[in-house]
């Protein structure tokens, strides 16, 4: 599986942002999205079943993130309201065989990252 984010840049506190992350192949049954803040340990941000859409997100961005599927196009989204200057990372998604979100950086493949900044 070859995963391709995109969709990073530089937005003011408040805005919104929407990553995408294309998938070749389909031997993933779930595709999560993780971030890496400057200086700190990659984590969890939000993660969907393929196959039923199940998600989980994080408790820190629910609410204000909303990942999608398009099985037509395998690709992943990761929709970003009312971003904060916390939500500063590098975001990666990744995917995996298992057929429920998995949490913990378990992941099988993982894309390239993509860079978002939050400015105050």
């Known amino acids: 599986v070859q995963l391709q984010a995109s969709g990073g840049g530089l937005v003011q506190a408040g805005g919104s942002l929407r990553l995408s992350c294309a998938a070749s192949g389909r031997t993933f049954n779930t595709l999560g999205w993780f971030r890496q803040p400057p200086g700190k340990e990659r984590e969890f941000v939000a993660g969907?079943?393929?196959?039923?859409?199940?998600?989980y997100y994080a408790d820190s961005v629910k609410g204000r993130f909303t990942i999608s599927r398009d099985n037509a196009k395998n690709t992943v989204y990761l929709q970003m309201n009312s971003l904060k200057p916390e939500d500063t990372a590098v975001y990666y998604c990744a995917a995996d065989r298992r057929k429920y979100v998995v949490t913990t950086l378990q992941y099988d493949y993982w894309g390239q990252g993509t860079q978002v900044t939050v400015s105050s």
């Open positions: 969907v079943a393929w196959t039923y859409g199940s998600t």
